[in-house]
Each structure stands twice: as structure tokens, then as C-alpha cells.
């Protein structure tokens, strides 16, 4: 018996106007989520704990089954597991965004205008997380590459201080959202004057590219510690993601990453080459488990893009479930099969929200005999609902 997660990342969302009042997961062409759920299990799942904040962390954390109240100790250090940072148990994580600012104001007044610098390639970042490295590092502070926009700060012997994710803010002018800890601001404001005029940066802007004129610091944590996903579920598993966050998440879980090449966490992702990987992991080298990570719903929720996260959710169910349900069906194996969202990355908040997201179970043993479609409002229809997200990994692996 095999196991199966599909998650598209922020995939879930609200009714859009210019969508005829559907979702984009309404409005998307979806034809092979749609026949999965005539013949599954549909509902919805409450992901995020009450009084925990909506993040790709948190709901990650519920959809592989620890309970974040107990297991989530900030979002960076779980992306530091994942890049192999060192960190000793008094040392605080903190992510490093790099972002693009408007250029005209002080510091203090200028806005958010990209989270991911157009969601900057990994070698143009690494040439300017160097560039930060060489004025920004000491014995105290020391910057990590990761990839795309996403990279991390270690504070040695720091303190977890309340710092804004800047999706949560884009288009708002930024002072009061800046850290207050002087030594993070001053390298945070320190990291425009380095990075505005860098090379990289003018390339960019003369392409029409977003440049990522500053860092960002947020998301800070200690050192975490995940038991053993096998222990836990007696599956060896494999994760396959392009994101750090979901990386780490399998380091500390004790699963295999898998690196599919040209996965890049955005809309233009190898999709086809992670539902291969997920394929072959199971059918050829025998792991029980396979947790497929989309993550450009999310980035297209972000950006305000309704055309660009339609799209993403086409190519998932095409491109990638069409793929895996395809092989799976064909090699005879017996599955399990899950689809859901983390969280909802609305269009009309461009950031997450802690709503309920929308799953569809499938079992090849025993195809149900429903009418649904999958989306938000069937699901909401059907009356199934799971108030814990923690709980899912154990229903889907039948424990």
C-alpha cells in the first residue's frame, strides 16, 4: 500500500468577481481533481491551531501530522534544517527575505513592492547574499544562501523578537513594520545602501525585473526538534519541494529530499519532473510515502495574480496529479491519495488566512460513488470536516 500527498500551497481562496463569483480553484479547468472527487472522500480541514497565525509553516506542520502547539518553534529554523545550517540550542533563526523596496523615500517610508523580487533566480541571489555576507557577517550575525528570495540569519545566542513576513504588507509603507531591535534594523537598512545599486540590481531593473533592493529579517526561532516521521507512522517517506521550509521540515522528520531539477517554487516549476520523482520513489525504490509540494498557488495568491493562480492550479491537476494518478493506476499498486491546500492565500488579501482549506481523500481500493466536484464550496457541502489538521496524516495512513 502506498501514500500520497498533493499539497498546492496556498491553493484555496475566495469567491472573485471577475471569476463569475468562484474561486479560482472553482474556475480552474480541473478535470482530473474533479473526477477524483466523484469517487472520493471530500471535506474540509482546519489546519492552523486557534491563536497561531496562518503560515505554510504551521499548516505544513498539521498536513504531516505534528501539531504545531507542540512541535512549532518559528519558521526559520525549520528552513535552516533544511540548508544544513549549524545551530546550537541558544541560537535564534531568523529568515532573510530579499526584497524589493521603492527607491524614492528615507528608509523608513518607503513600501513593499515584491516579497521575491520577482522571485529572483538563485544565482543572481547568491552573488547578492554575498555581497551581504562581506559588510553584514561578525561573530554574532551570520547570513546563509537558500534559495530563490528565501535565505537565513543566524543570531548567536539571539532572542525571538515579534518581526512582520513582509507578504503580510506589500504596497504599505514599511517603518512600522521594521524590527525593533536596533543591531536588525541597522543591518537591514545598512543592506539597501549594499544592494541598490549592486550590479545584479541594475541588470535587472534594465530587463523590467524587479531588483531585490534590501533584506528583510522575520520569522524567528530556535533550534526545533521533530520526532521521526517512520517512527511515528512506521512509512518511510520522501518529500519533494522546492521551498526550504518544506525541506527542513523533512530533515527534522527524518524523510529523504528529493531535488527535482528545474523545481523552483514558482508558476513556471518543473511540475511533471516532481510527480516522476514521487512515482519512482514509491514504485521503484519502495518508500510508502510521497509528499508532493506545489508551491506557486501561494506566490500567484501573493502577487494579486487571478490569471497566474488559475493557471497554477491547472498545471497541478494536469501536470501533476493527472501524472501520478496515471502511473500509480497502471503499475497495479494499491494507494492512498490526498489533495488539499496548507491554508487559503486569497487574492484579495494577497496573504494567508487561517480558513479551513478544502481536501479530497482517494482510496483505489474502494472508489466512492459521489456527485462532487472539488473545490471550497462542495467541500464545505459535503459536511465532513476535521477540526485538528494534526489528525489527517493519521486517517490517510489508516492508523
Not at 533566480?121 to 528570495?149: F, H, M, N, P
Not at 501561494?298 to 501533476?320: A, P
Not at 493506476?329 to 482549506?357: A, F, K, N
Amino acid at each position: 500500500m502506498k501514500y500520497i500527498v498533493v499539497l498546492g500551497d496556498g491553493m484555496a481562496d475566495e469567491p472573485i468577481e471577475s471569476l463569475g463569483d468562484k474561486t479560482p480553484l472553482e474556475y480552474a479547468k480541473t478535470p482530473v481533481m474533479d473526477a477524483l472527487a466523484k469517487q472520493s472522500e471530500i471535506g474540509l480541514l482546519h489546519t492552523i491551531p486557534d491563536g497561531m497565525k496562518p503560515g505554510s509553516d504551521t499548516a505544513n506542520l498539521s498536513v504531516m501530522g505534528y501539531d504545531p502547539k507542540i512541535y512549532y518553534t518559528g519558521r526559520s529554523p525549520l528552513e535552516a534544517l533544511s540548508i544544513g545550517v549549524p545551530m546550537e540550542t541558544e541560537d535564534v533563526a531568523l529568515r532573510c527575505n530579499l526584497v524589493t523596496l521603492s527607491e524614492e523615500e528615507p528608509y523608513e517610508q518607503k513600501k513593499i513592492l515584491d516579497h521575491s523580487s520577482g522571485e529572483i533566480g538563485t544565482e543572481d541571489a547568491a552573488v547578492l547574499v554575498d555581497a551581504l555576507k562581506k559588510e553584514l557577517e561578525s561573530d554574532v550575525y551570520q547570513l546563509y544562501l537558500g534559495t530563490s528570495y528565501r535565505h537565513c540569519l543566524i543570531w548567536k545566542h539571539g532572542s525571538v523578537l515579534p518581526l512582520a513576513a513582509p507578504h503580510d504588507h506589500l504596497t504599505e509603507v514599511i517603518g512600522p513594520y521594521l524590527p525593533g531591535d536596533e543591531a536588525l534594523l541597522k543591518m537591514q537598512k545598512r543592506s539597501y545602501d549594499i544592494l541598490a545599486n549592486h550590479p545584479i540590481n541594475r541588470e535587472r531593473k534594465k530587463k523590467g525585473l524587479n531588483p531585490a533592493n534590501s533584506c528583510w529579517f522575520w520569522g524567528a526561532g530556535t533550534k526545533p526538534a521533530l520526532t521521526s516521521f517512520e517512527y511515528n507512522y512506521h512509512k518511510k517517506g520522501v518529500m519533494i519541494s522546492a521551498v526550504d521550509l518544506l525541506k527542513g521540515i523533512a530533515v527534522g522528520a527524518g524523510m529523504k529530499n528529493i531535488i527535482v531539477e528545474g523545481a523552483n517554487g514558482g508558476l513556471n516549476t518543473n511540475y511533471e519532473g516532481k510527480a516522476q520523482a514521487a512515482v519512482d520513489a514509491l514504485l521503484k525504490d519502495q518508500y510508502d510515502f510521497a509528499y508532493i509540494h506545489v508551491e506557486a498557488p501561494d506566490e500567484m495568491g501573493h502577487q494579486g495574480s487571478v490569471e497566474r493562480k488559475v493557471k497554477s492550479i491547472e498545471n497541478l491537476d494536469g501536470r501533476v496529479i493527472g501524472i501520478v494518478k496515471e502511473q500509480m493506476d497502471r503499475s497495479g499498486e494499491e494507494y492512498r491519495l490526498l489533495v488539499l491546500p496548507d491554508h487559503p492565500t486569497p487574492i484579495r488579501v494577497r496573504t494567508h488566512t487561517s480558513d479551513p482549506v478544502p481536501y479530497l481523500l482517494y482510496d483505489s481500493r474502494k472508489p466512492q460513488n459521489q456527485g462532487w466536484n472539488y473545490n471550497e464550496k462542495e467541500a464545505k457541502k459535503s459536511g465532513n470536516y476535521i477540526a485538528e489538521g494534526h489528525c489527517m496524516m493519521g486517517y490517510l495512513l489508516e492508523k
